[in-house]
């Protein structure tokens, strides 16, 4: 580091801790975890219902206030997900897997701590990291064009339908499902309309919050309202004890929150890669080195610590193509770019000569933000885990209630609440049949960003297919893919020769 860069730093720390700051981040937490914690009430929603706000405020609180709310509510998704097996944001779905059912083991105190641990953690090393490596980081970003974003999107997708449950057909054949809804809207290159059946909400785009809340707190309202509680255990307890050992635990799990957050911020820096893809593909890399993979998704704490370490520093990495490139790595940080331009600082290579104050009290306003979610998460998830021992004749009507408001509050539109219910059923359906719904999930969220960089790819190369293959990242992501494809067929068979062998030995 530089002593200019050390000097800067020290200004922006100046700036930031001003008692008006820290009451602003405070505030910005406590709304964000508040608001992502209502399913379908994304934590880009939650930004662009303040930052009309933030206009009369200098650039600095205005910035400070809007990246506050944009941690409290990237981990507030963790709360519904662990209690109501619906994740509050896109970011919180792969912390459904083990979340929940931790939580219907009687054990939702514990994995509270563990996601609010995870979150806290990933997040402030990784605010760390980019504070150091803005610049550089950025520079690696910008190497990921059209092409290696497609790759990306094909290895994410196969990783994740590969990893999850021991069902690699159906695994892809959700996955390929995913792709060919995410088809069904207008031509992103033409305009031709495709398989919209006639209905103008499926004509720009799917809507995700619908899909998402239909396919799993739908499905799970169908095995709820056959149970006395979310919980089987009648001997739930909601102590500080529970969740301070749910804490512990994450501590000392190092390598996992660490290995995570890596992943997090890599995919985190990529734009449009988001959280929802950093998070599978944690998860799936979470299981492939875990000693006991087939724990995965049936209430693995590691499962939960993959999937909140990498959301949270996400975070962090989406600011980086925000601030260097000026290209936002999120749908969140899009409103962010927005709030930079309205207070008039222009994100892009030059940023860190033009304004690296202001971007260093950005990233440093990350850092404080985290240490508010620790206090205010352990502050009230005592009387949240409750949640889970209302008897379902109570709790079933008011989950019902929250995602047909979360389904309808988005577009403002009861085609998306009947199609909630449809993907309800869907997901019901494949749940009967042993289908994973989460690489249909991923596959509906990686299709349009698929699509878009095949077509653009194609466009640049004079439709050459060889063109995918032309770049050192593309190439090692192929084989990446290959590898995620065949490796589990090629370890089984290895397991089961040596377990032959074993048997003759003895």
């Known amino acids: 580091m530089t002593p200019l860069q050390v000097d800067i730093i020290t200004q922006a720390l100046g700036v930031l801790l ?23 009430f994304t934590g880009t929603n939650t930004v662009a219902i303040a930052l009309p706000f933030t206009l009369p405020m200098t650039p600095e609180i205005a910035l400070v206030t809007l990246s506050a709310i944009y941690v409290g509510a990237n981990y507030g998704g963790a709360i519904p997900a662990v209690l109501i097996n619906t994740p509050g944001t896109a970011g919180a779905t792969a912390t459904v897997l083990d979340a929940y059912p931790m939580s219907q083991k009687g054990q939702a105190s514990k994995a509270l701590g563990i996601s609010i641990a995870a979150s806290v953690i990933g997040g402030l090393i990784s605010a760390v990291i980019i504070l150091f490596m803005l610049q550089p980081i950025g520079e690696i970003a910008f190497l990921f064009t059209n092409r290696e974003i497609f790759v990306l999107g094909i290895f994410g997708l196969t990783a994740v339908a590969v990893a999850i449950g021991d069902n690699i057909r159906k695994g892809l054949v959700a996955g390929f499902i995913g792709l060919l809804i995410a088809a069904m809207p207008v031509d992103p290159t033409t305009g031709q309309r495709r398989l919209d059946f006639g209905f103008f909400g499926l004509y720009d785009s799917v809507p995700f919050v619908p899909v998402v809340v239909g396919l799993f707190a ?14 089987e255990d009648n001997s739930v307890t909601t102590t500080y004890r529970d969740i301070f050992e749910g804490v512990k635990y994450a501590i000392t799990r190092p390598i996992a929150v660490v290995r995570s957050m890596g992943i997090g911020l890599i995919i985190g820096s990529m734009p449009g890669a988001g959280t929802s893809v950093a998070n599978f593909v944690s998860w799936g890399a979470a299981k492939s080195m875990s000693e006991k993979p087939e724990t995965f998704g049936e209430g ?100 019902l209630a929250l995602t047909v408001i979360g389904a309808f509050a988005m577009r403002s539109s009861m085609f998306d609440v009947w199609l909630m219910f449809l993907f309800g059923i869907i997901g019901f359906v494949m749940r009967e049949n042993n289908y994973s719904l989460i690489p249909l999930i991923l596959g509906i969220i990686l299709g349009p960003i698929i699509e878009g960089s095949f077509l653009r ?3 640049v190369s004079g439709n050459d297919p060889l063109y995918f293959f032309g770049s050192t990242i593309a190439i090692l992501l192929w084989v990446l893919t290959v590898l995620a494809l065949f490796i589990q067929p090629i370890s089984n068979v290895v397991r089961g020769v040596i377990a032959n062998r074993t048997d003759l030995l003895n």
């Not at 001003?18 to 379908?40: D, Q, Y």
């Not at 739908?218 to 979310?230: C, D, G, R, T, V």
Request: hydrophobic share 55%; proline share 6%.
């Open 218 to 231: 739908i499905s799970e309202l169908f095995y709820l309202i056959n149970k006395a509680a979310i919980s």
């Open 457 to 459: 790819s194609m466009l």
């Open 18 to 40: 001003t008692p008006e700051n820290i009451a602003f981040i405070a505030v910005g937490v406590t709304f964000g975890m508040l608001a992502g914690s209502i399913p379908g």
């Open 300 to 399: 693995n704490p590691d499962g939960v610590i993959a999937s909140e370490a990498s959301n949270s520093a996400v975070t962090a990495g989406s600011l980086v193509p925000t601030l260097a490139l000026g290209i936002p790595g999120s749908g969140t940080t899009a409103v962010m770019l927005a709030a930079l331009l309205l207070h008039g600082l222009r994100p892009g290579p030059q940023l860190m000569q033009d304004f690296a104050l202001e971007a260093n009290v950005i990233i440093l306003s990350l850092l404080v933000a985290n240490i508010f979610l620790l206090v205010a998460a352990l502050a009230v998830s005592k009387y949240l885990v409750r949640v889970v021992t209302m008897p379902a004749n109570l709790i079933v009507p008011a989950i």
